[in-house]
T-cell receptor, first 112, second 116 residues
């Protein structure tokens, strides 16, 4: 079946540090890949997405590249801010309007 | 415009009580999904509607869980005879279904259910 594995947290970084959150997936077919973010007290928000191999999704300084050969979609940001503190979820969806399959989430805390 | 809304935001139920959780999707969104998010876990799929038709309910954990969307808009997730293991955040998401759409799902804030 389809599944997503992401690095366990919590991750604590100082402001302006480099961030990587690893995500790998197993899927039948050709999935679309997503990163969602959940800020404290708020709902899930789509951060970025990629729909085919070698696509790079980017938003708010975050980036992730769809790597089919390594079945990975690692999230990176060059310089994190305190406001980036949240829980980040990697997810996939197979073709069509199908349910999302999520990883367990990684909590990021950025300290000033 | 208005996003997905859910009510109540918080619900405390005694074990054995029935609860009903409401989701108002974005106007015009055809598809509606329910997910369950246990503490410290990612959301897990429960059920999916396209208009009023329930196309997939494979994620419902037991026959105590029932969902409906009678007019193809508002949806209600009902849990009968709640158990402690039902304690979780219940998320609703809606999406458009159009040719070539990436089918982005927009999430509501969730209902946190605590069964005591």
């Amino acid at each position: 079946g389809n599944s997503v594995t992401q690095m366990e947290g919590p991750v604590t970084l100082s402001e302006e540090a480099f961030l990587t959150i690893n995500c790998t997936y197993t899927a039948t077919g050709y999935p679309s890949l997503f990163w969602y973010v959940q800020y404290p007290g708020e709902g899930l928000q789509l951060l970025l997405k990629a729909t085919k191999a070698d696509d790079k999704g980017s938003n708010k300084g975050f980036e992730a590249t769809y790597r089919k050969e390594t079945t990975s979609f690692h999230l990176e940001k060059g310089s994190v801010q305190v406001s980036d503190s949240a829980v980040y979820f990697c997810a996939l969806r197979t073709e069509g309007n199908t349910p999302l399959v999520f990883g367990k989430g990684t909590r990021l805390s950025v300290i000033a | 415009g208005a996003g997905v809304s859910q009510s109540p935001r918080y619900k405390v139920a005694k074990r054995g009580q029935d609860v009903a959780l409401r989701c108002d999707p974005i106007s015009g969104h055809v598809s509606l999904f329910w997910y369950q998010q246990a503490l410290g876990q990612g959301p897990e799929f429960l059920t999916y509607f396209q208009n009023e038709a329930q196309l997939d309910k494979s994620g419902l954990p037991s026959d105590r869980f029932f969902a409906e969307r009678p007019e193809g808009s508002v949806s209600t997730l009902k849990i009968q005879r709640t158990q402690q293991e039902d304690s979780a955040v219940y998320l609703c998401a809606s999406s458009l279904v159009t040719s070539g759409s990436p089918y982005e799902q927009y999430f509501g804030p969730g209902t946190r259910l605590t069964v005591t």
